[in-house]
């Protein structure tokens, strides 16, 4: 049982569960891998478009994040394998202060995962999975869904492409996040077009893919990130499938993973 994509509490958006929690309860649910992967701090010229400004970590916590993994790592060596990472945003336009945070901490990463969360309209920046009123107003600021969601697998595409420097993560974090919200605003037909064509840029780049179970619980989504069908399209390319839970809280852990068939996984790592 392997989860690579784990929040702490380093989120400010997410609880103050501890580690400690997180790793007792992995290994009570039978986990042999996990990957903690914090939402990396944003670039400082970047503005965060929510507004609590509480995205990323702050940069000021990172070696202190780092420490802590490292010493639980030796702590639990003999129980389960704990790999330090982060979540990273490909934010279009700030590649060079991404790659240099990932060239300064990429020594001390094990695993991480390479996210699009913001999308930039006509007016202003949006993160398209904050909340349905800011899902809204970046459908009107880019004239409908069809260029909403024609925004988001163009900037997927572009970090998978991107040029980040050697610590470039390697696995893409929850592909149809822009789903979040289906059923609120629905997506537009021949969307599967576009998250196909993406895979196949997944395929050429030799990425990973985040099977990330928390869409299950979201109330307007109720379905994995990607679904179903787009997954068994990527493990039948050969894509590697990497399961998530995106827990951010220890109640999240292991969360749609009973949705999921777990023989398209990768587990090595």
């Known amino acids: 049982m392997r989860d690579g994509h784990i929040h702490t509490p380093y989120c400010p958006h997410g609880t103050a569960d501890s580690f400690k929690s997180y790793i007792e309860k992995a290994i009570s649910i ?18 965060d478009p929510v507004p609590e400004k509480d ?9 202190s994040y780092l420490s802590d993994i490292n010493r639980l790592q030796k702590e639990y060596k ?47 920046w949006y993160c ?16 409908g869904s069809n260029h909403l969601y024609q925004a988001y697998f163009n900037n997927l595409r572009k970090s998978a492409e991107a040029d980040l420097g050697a610590y470039k ?25 576009r998250a196909e064509q993406f895979l196949k840029v997944l395929k050429d780049q030799g990425m990973e893919l985040d099977y ?18 787009i997954a068994d399209q990527a493990s039948s390319m050969g894509l590697p499938l990497v399961y998530g839970s995106d827990a951010h809280a220890v109640s999240g852990l292991k969360q749609g993973f009973s949705e999921i068939d777990p023989r398209i996984l990768s587990f090595n790592r």
């Open 169 to 193: 993560p390697s696995r893409i974090g929850h592909m149809t996040l822009i789903r979040k919200f289906k059923d609120l605003y629905p997506s537009p037909p021949g969307w599967e077009v």
């Open 30 to 47: 039978g986990y042999d891998t996990m990957t903690f992967t914090e939402h990396a701090p944003l670039p400082t010229s970047f503005v």
């Open 55 to 63: 995205s990323g970590m702050a940069l000021a916590e990172v070696e």
């Open 78 to 124: 003999d129980d389960i394998s704990i790999q330090a990472g982060f979540e990273v945003d490909y934010i279009e336009g700030y590649e060079r202060e991404t790659e240099t945070f990932l060239n300064r901490y990429g020594p001390e990463l094990d695993d991480s995962i390479l996210s699009v969360h913001f999308i930039k309209g006509n007016s202003q």
């Open 128 to 143: 398209i999975d904050y909340s349905p009123d800011m899902y809204e107003e970046a459908f009107h600021d880019l004239g």
């Open 212 to 229: 990330n179970g928390a869409g299950l619980q979201k109330p307007h989504c109720k379905e994995t990130y990607p679904p179903k069908s």
